[in-house]
C-alpha cells in the first residue's frame, strides 16, 4: 500500500451516483492507494452491513436534513452547501491519515472549493456520459442559438462534436429558458455545477474513448485533463451491496422459472414520482405487450397511493404474469438469462441486440488489462500519486 496517499471519494447521495464511485474508490484500493468513501449519514445508516475490501474506509458528515425529509436536489444541494461543508472541512483538517487529495462529485462544486482552500488537489466525477456532460457545458450556447428543447428532428448546432445527430427533442426538457431568463430551476442549477467542476485540476468520466471519443475531445479542451476510465463496474471486484433500499432477492427465484429473454424488467429509479393516472396507464401498456414483466416498486414512487394498492393492483394481472418488489437487486435482475428487455421497450430486436453485443465486447476489450480504460486509470493513478506528492 502506498502509505503517502490518501484519497477521499466524495459521491453525491443518490444511488446512481454512489455505485459507480465505491466501483472507483475499489479500482484505487486496487491500485495500492488508500481510500476513505464519504456518505452522509443519512445514507450510512441506511446502507447493509456488509464487508468491504481492505484500506478503504466509510466515514459520514450531516446533510443537515431531517430523516423524513424528501431530499429533493435543489434543497439537498443547498443544506449540503450550508451544513454539510463545515463537517467536510473540519473532517479533512483532522483525518488521522492526512487527504492528500480529493476525488468530489461534480454535482457539488463546494466539497472541491473547500479541499483547494485547504491545499488538497481536488478532482471532479461525472457519473453520467461525455455527451450528456457536453451538453450541460454548451448550455449557454444552447440558449444564445435559440435550440431549445422541442419535439422537432431539427439537428441542434450549439454541442460540439454532435451537430449530425443531436435532435431539439433529444435535449432535457428542463433547458428550456424563455426571453426573461426563466428556466427549469434544476436544471439550471445543474448546468451551473457542470460548468464549475470543468475548472477542477481534472475530470473523471465513467466512460470509454471507444465509445465517446469526439464528446471527450471536446471536454478536453475545456478542461485542464479527462480520464475516461469506464465502465467502473465491469472491473469492479466488489460483491458488497451498495444499496439504500432492501433488497427482495426473491424475486430470483420468480425469474428462473421464465424463459430465456421472455421478461420485461421495469425500475424508474431511486427518485421519480409519478401520478396514479400515469402508473395505472403504464401498467396497461406492459399488460398489453404480453410479457411477463418484473416491477421494482418503491412504496413513495406513486404519489397519494398506498403500496399495497399498487401491489393489488398488479397482482390482478392475468395468468402470474407480473411480479413487484419494492426493490430488486439490480445487476443480478440485469444479468439473469430471463430478462430481454429494461424499463419501456418492447422485447429488443435482433438488430439492437447485436449492436448491444459488439458493443458488450468492446467494453470489455477496453477494460482489460492493456485497454484503453484501463491505461487511463493507471494514468490517473500516477496523476493522483503526482499530486498527493506535490500537497505534501
Not at 430523516?67 to 473532517?91: G, V
Not at 434544476?186 to 465517446?212: G, P, Y
Not at 453485443?357 to 490517473?380: K, N, T, Y
Given at each position: 500500500?502506498?502509505?503517502?496517499?490518501?484519497?477521499?471519494?466524495?459521491?453525491?447521495?443518490?444511488?446512481?451516483?454512489?455505485?459507480?464511485?465505491?466501483?472507483?474508490?475499489?479500482?484505487?484500493?486496487?491500485?495500492?492507494?488508500?481510500?476513505?468513501?464519504?456518505?452522509?449519514?443519512?445514507?450510512?445508516?441506511?446502507?447493509?452491513?456488509?464487508?468491504?475490501?481492505?484500506?478503504?474506509?466509510?466515514?459520514?458528515?450531516?446533510?443537515?436534513?431531517?430523516?423524513?425529509?424528501?431530499?429533493?436536489?435543489?434543497?439537498?444541494?443547498?443544506?449540503?452547501?450550508?451544513?454539510?461543508?463545515?463537517?467536510?472541512?473540519?473532517?479533512?483538517?483532522?483525518?488521522?491519515?492526512?487527504?492528500?487529495?480529493?476525488?468530489?462529485?461534480?454535482?457539488?462544486?463546494?466539497?472541491?472549493?473547500?479541499?483547494?482552500?485547504?491545499?488538497?488537489?481536488?478532482?471532479?466525477?461525472?457519473?453520467?456520459?461525455?455527451?450528456?456532460?457536453?451538453?450541460?457545458?454548451?448550455?449557454?450556447?444552447?440558449?444564445?442559438?435559440?435550440?431549445?428543447?422541442?419535439?422537432?428532428?431539427?439537428?441542434?448546432?450549439?454541442?460540439?462534436?454532435?451537430?449530425?445527430?443531436?435532435?431539439?427533442?433529444?435535449?432535457?426538457?428542463?433547458?428550456?429558458?424563455?426571453?426573461?431568463?426563466?428556466?427549469?430551476?434544476?436544471?439550471?442549477?445543474?448546468?451551473?455545477?457542470?460548468?464549475?467542476?470543468?475548472?477542477?485540476?481534472?475530470?473523471?468520466?465513467?466512460?470509454?474513448?471507444?465509445?465517446?471519443?469526439?464528446?471527450?475531445?471536446?471536454?478536453?479542451?475545456?478542461?485542464?485533463?479527462?480520464?475516461?476510465?469506464?465502465?467502473?463496474?465491469?472491473?469492479?471486484?466488489?460483491?458488497?451491496?451498495?444499496?439504500?433500499?432492501?433488497?427482495?432477492?426473491?424475486?430470483?427465484?420468480?425469474?428462473?422459472?421464465?424463459?430465456?429473454?421472455?421478461?420485461?424488467?421495469?425500475?424508474?429509479?431511486?427518485?421519480?414520482?409519478?401520478?396514479?393516472?400515469?402508473?395505472?396507464?403504464?401498467?396497461?401498456?406492459?399488460?398489453?405487450?404480453?410479457?411477463?414483466?418484473?416491477?421494482?416498486?418503491?412504496?413513495?414512487?406513486?404519489?397519494?397511493?398506498?403500496?399495497?394498492?399498487?401491489?393489488?393492483?398488479?397482482?390482478?394481472?392475468?395468468?402470474?404474469?407480473?411480479?413487484?418488489?419494492?426493490?430488486?437487486?439490480?445487476?443480478?435482475?440485469?444479468?439473469?438469462?430471463?430478462?430481454?428487455?429494461?424499463?419501456?421497450?418492447?422485447?429488443?430486436?435482433?438488430?439492437?441486440?447485436?449492436?448491444?453485443?459488439?458493443?458488450?465486447?468492446?467494453?470489455?476489450?477496453?477494460?482489460?488489462?492493456?485497454?484503453?480504460?484501463?491505461?487511463?486509470?493507471?494514468?490517473?493513478?500516477?496523476?493522483?500519486?503526482e499530486l498527493s506528492i506535490r500537497s505534501c
Amino acid at each position: 500500500m502506498d502509505a503517502a496517499v490518501h484519497v477521499l471519494v466524495f459521491p453525491w447521495p443518490r444511488q446512481g451516483h454512489i455505485n459507480p464511485m465505491l466501483h472507483f474508490a475499489t479500482a484505487l484500493v486496487d491500485a495500492g492507494l488508500q481510500v476513505t468513501f464519504l456518505h452522509t449519514e443519512h445514507n450510512l445508516r441506511r446502507l447493509p452491513q456488509a464487508p468491504l475490501p481492505p484500506r478503504l474506509r466509510l466515514l459520514s458528515i450531516p446533510d443537515g436534513l431531517p430523516d423524513d425529509h424528501p431530499r429533493s436536489f435543489l434543497e439537498l444541494l443547498e443544506s449540503m452547501r450550508k451544513t454539510s461543508s463545515a463537517a467536510y472541512r473540519a473532517l479533512l483538517l483532522s483525518a488521522d491519515a492526512p487527504v492528500t487529495c480529493v476525488v468530489a462529485d461534480g454535482t457539488m462544486p463546494f466539497a472541491i472549493d473547500v479541499a483547494e482552500e485547504l491545499g488538497i488537489p481536488a478532482l471532479a466525477f461525472a457519473t453520467h456520459s461525455a455527451c450528456s456532460y457536453l451538453a450541460l457545458l454548451s448550455m449557454p450556447k444552447l440558449v444564445e442559438l435559440g435550440e431549445t428543447p422541442f419535439p422537432a428532428d431539427d439537428l441542434v448546432c450549439g454541442v460540439p462534436g454532435m451537430e449530425g445527430f443531436l435532435r431539439r427533442r433529444d435535449l432535457p426538457r428542463g433547458l428550456y429558458c424563455t426571453e426573461q431568463g426563466e428556466g427549469d430551476p434544476w436544471m439550471l442549477k445543474l448546468a451551473e455545477v457542470t460548468a464549475r467542476s470543468s475548472k477542477a485540476c481534472a475530470l473523471i468520466l465513467n466512460t470509454t474513448t471507444s465509445m465517446e471519443q469526439p464528446a471527450l475531445a471536446h471536454i478536453a479542451s475545456r478542461t485542464s485533463d479527462v480520464f475516461a476510465v469506464g465502465p467502473l463496474h465491469a472491473r469492479s471486484r466488489l460483491t458488497a451491496s451498495a444499496s439504500l433500499w432492501q433488497e427482495d432477492d426473491g424475486c430470483m427465484a420468480w425469474l428462473d422459472s421464465h424463459e430465456d429473454q421472455s421478461v420485461v424488467y421495469v425500475s424508474l429509479g431511486s427518485r421519480a414520482v409519478i401520478t396514479h393516472e400515469q402508473f395505472t396507464e403504464f401498467l396497461s401498456g406492459l399488460v398489453a405487450t404480453g410479457y411477463a414483466f418484473l416491477w421494482a416498486l418503491r412504496p413513495d414512487m406513486v404519489q397519494m397511493t398506498s403500496s399495497t394498492l399498487l401491489r393489488e393492483a398488479i397482482g390482478a394481472v392475468e395468468g402470474g404474469k407480473a411480479h413487484v418488489v419494492e426493490w430488486a437487486p439490480q445487476r443480478d435482475v440485469l444479468r439473469h438469462r430471463a430478462v430481454g428487455c429494461f424499463l419501456r421497450e418492447a422485447m429488443v430486436s435482433d438488430e439492437i441486440r447485436g449492436v448491444a453485443q459488439a458493443m458488450a465486447q468492446q467494453l470489455r476489450l477496453d477494460v482489460a488489462q492493456v485497454g484503453s480504460s484501463s491505461s487511463e486509470l493507471e494514468r490517473l493513478v500516477r496523476f493522483i500519486r503526482e499530486l498527493s506528492i506535490r500537497s505534501c
